[in-house]
């Protein structure tokens, strides 16, 4: 079952700046603040830095926490600087990638 977390759960993040106490402001806040304190999530902050470190570069346009799959996961999608948009997954338990998916351009 794919579950999006809600409209709330989209972070538009203009030119990859991050505000870093409210990035994880997506799901609701407790709920984040719970899945945090009990250890079941990584920090976005840690999603973004290490996706970095992995793919330097690109712009960072849209952060969302989702479950799916029965496991939270972070879905960054990111403009390569390529010029090609791919969403990258990662398990929001682990930190591991999950799955790397090209945006296909649509045609009118």
Do not use: C
């Not at 709920?31 to 945090?36: C, H, N, S």
């Not at 972070?74 to 338990?93: H, N, Q």
Request: aromatic share 6%; glycine share 10%.
């Amino acid at each position: 079952m794919h579950r999006t977390a809600g409209p709330a759960a989209v972070l538009l993040l203009a030119a990859g700046l991050l505000a870093s106490s409210q990035v994880d402001a997506g799901r609701d806040q407790e709920e984040i603040r719970r899945l945090r304190g009990a250890g079941r999530i990584v920090s976005l902050e840690t999603i973004i830095a290490n996706h970095r470190r992995q793919y330097p570069g690109g712009q960072l346009l849209e952060a969302e926490l989702e479950f799916e799959r029965n496991r939270y996961v972070y879905e960054l999608k990111m403009l390569g600087d390529d010029g090609v948009v791919r969403e990258f997954e990662y398990d929001a338990g682990t930190g591991e990638l999950w799955r790397i998916e090209r945006k296909e351009e649509r045609k009118e």
